[in-house]
């Protein structure tokens, strides 16, 4: 499920008049997953809040780099056995017992699915329809609700409650430690939940006058929206093998493959023509290419926009596709082997972009892969428009997991394992302006698993001297190889391609003093020329 669709907060006081306690929690969000720790360490125990801080850093840590082949059962078992090792060989080693000693609950959520796990007896619960459900098992010894009998760190071996739910929009998930709901009834966990961790944690503390008996922490997770590519996978579609010319889905008769693989075709119904992209036939098998292909298809669904073709998907379809309109143009790739574009029509060009970028920032998202081969020119009442296509390369911001991208468009810092942004965006869109004015590549072309190195890129105005300055300077401020000094975000480069008078000059590391400072070099030139004078003067009198 998207980070977007999971609202989180958490919140921590230590008892009494105490300044730190013995309780640690993180939340730490994916693109597609988002997982909460909390722990509360053993107070008898000497390491108990090191401890606790241990197991929420490693299954965290673990999390980030989870092998694609582990369930997430699988990978909350191991994370948690695998710490409870190192802890307990720690508490021999160190202290001859166990003193590095806490309870431990995790929650994921991934797509429409809740998985949990606990060891000791801080819980979960699950709160939906004003109903409050605890999901968690508590390891108490009998009748000694206030002993434990099983948790992280107490003895060589672990025993781990799991469990997983479907989850649905406005469900509310809280995890927490003893503290919480020792002084709450479960009616008043019920009730205080919606105002957040902050909230609940302030009311515990309240109903003891400040006066917490016991370190009292709490992280909710609030489903905000039903994660709609989830139940998009899990749709039972078939997906063709082959294809070919006159075959018939759904009454869209294929006319015509656009693609070397034979997976997108222009095809027609009721003599409308459109474009049909099938899902790979790799998805049946590879659930990470059903993943990618389902997310596609759910961006061009909801992002409705102006520069994007038309798209939709059937209510009633038999296979995995979706459809958009066919665009009457050529990608820009092919209109630049004929001439270039004319200033009027750059500029429109990169307020196209700007505007796109823009509007995917609303979704937190990015293009992922702006170039010519994925911008169709079009003519409309004697004016050139432009569109942009792949849905396929869009991706969310931040995102350092995604490869999307073309190299020869890539800004350095992509290279390096940088994350996408504002930046990285900004960097293709002026690769991409450089080579629709001159016909080149600003650091030349870029090779797929090239190492390439970005020494100063030639001004687009000397290559086009029908180029402006205000506009040479907006393309090579958008390329430029140091990030610091590019365009910060695309509503800065947008407000100089309206206003080009504010354009302010472009001063590179490599620019002379002169073009830099001018003022400064006449002043250092005629403090140089005093001295020399000076000097010559000394001699002259000697």
Partial sequence: MSKNNIKTSGFCLAKRKELTGDDFYEIKQFDDMTVAVLCDGVGSAQEGAMAAKKVTQHIINNFKNIPRVWSIEKAMKEFITSINSILYAQSIHEYERAEYVTTVTVCVIKGNR??????????????????????????????????????VGISPSVEIYYFENNIQKDDKILMCSDGLYSLMSNDTLLKNIPNGAYKIVKK????????????????????????????????????????????????????????QNDRTWVCKKNNQEYVIKFAPYEAIENEEILDLYVKEAWNAKRLKAGFFPKTFIPKQRSARYYLMTKLDGINLKQYLKKRNLSIDEAINLAKTLISMSEYLLKFNLVHGDIKPENIIVMQRDGKRIFKIIDFGSITEIFSITNKAGTPSYLAPERFLGSAINEKTEIFSIGVT?????????????????????????????????????????????????KEDLRYSNYSHMRFELEYPNKVKPFLSENTPLFERNPEQTYRIGFIISFIINCILLVYALK
């Fill in 114 to 151: 809740l998985y949990g796990a606990n060891a000791g007896d801080s819980r979960i619960y699950l709160l939906r329809d004003n109903k409050l459900n605890q999901l968690s098992y508590d390891h108490n010894e009998d009748g000694m609700a206030n002993v434990l009998s099983n948790a």
């Fill in 204 to 259: 515990a503390s309240f109903l003891v006058e400040d006066n917490l008996p016991d370190d009292t922490t709490a992280v909710i997770l609030e489903v905000l929206e039903a994660d709609q590519i989830e139940i998009m996978k899990n749709l039972n579609l078939e997906i063709p093998e082959k294809l070919k010319k006159g075959d018939i889905i759904d009454g869209y008769e294929l006319t015509l493959s656009l693609i």
């Fill in 433 to 481: 302006l450089y080579q629709a004015l001159t016909g080149k590549f600003p650091y030349g072309e870029i090779e797929p698993f090239q190492n390439p190195t970005f020494g100063t890129a030639k001004r687009p105005q000397k290559l086009n001297n029908n180029i402006p300055s205000w506009l040479d300077t907006l393309i090579l401020r958008a390329i430029s190889a």
